[in-house]
């Protein structure tokens, strides 16, 4: 299994960034897919998830400025994210979620955004 992210970078705050996640080695429509987030010295925490129908869920941090997709024709989910602030910087992680047997959950290695006032 495997689930590569990217599209990390640095960014001004105020902008824009699209991250990407491919997923390869799982049925990807058996997976809740999701994107979580951890800053320095700090926990990884949810920024958003999405189920294999397009339900989502976000965290209250990112609701109304980030948008997460899937594509499950490609096996690949999207964040997109607007008006990034200062405090958003983490390394951002890709979760995979198997919706019948909770031991199958997946990571991906992280890509680390940067955003700067």
């Known amino acids: 299994v495997q689930l590569q992210a990217s599209g990390g970078g640095l960014v001004q705050a105020g902008g824009s960034l699209r991250l990407s996640c491919a997923a390869s080695?799982?049925?990807?429509?058996?997976?809740?897919m999701g994107w979580y987030r951890q800053a320095p010295e700090k926990q990884r925490e949810l920024v958003a998830t999405i189920k294999s129908y397009g339900y989502t869920n976000y965290a209250d941090s990112a609701k109304g400025r980030f948008t997460i997709s899937r594509d499950n024709a490609k096996n690949t989910v999207y964040l997109q994210m607007n008006s990034l602030k200062r405090e958003d910087t983490a390394v951002y992680y890709c979760n995979a979620a198997n919706t019948r047997a909770r031991i199958y959950n997946y990571w991906g290695q992280g890509t680390l955004v940067t955003v700067s006032s």
């Open positions: 080695g799982i049925t990807f429509t058996n997976y809740v």
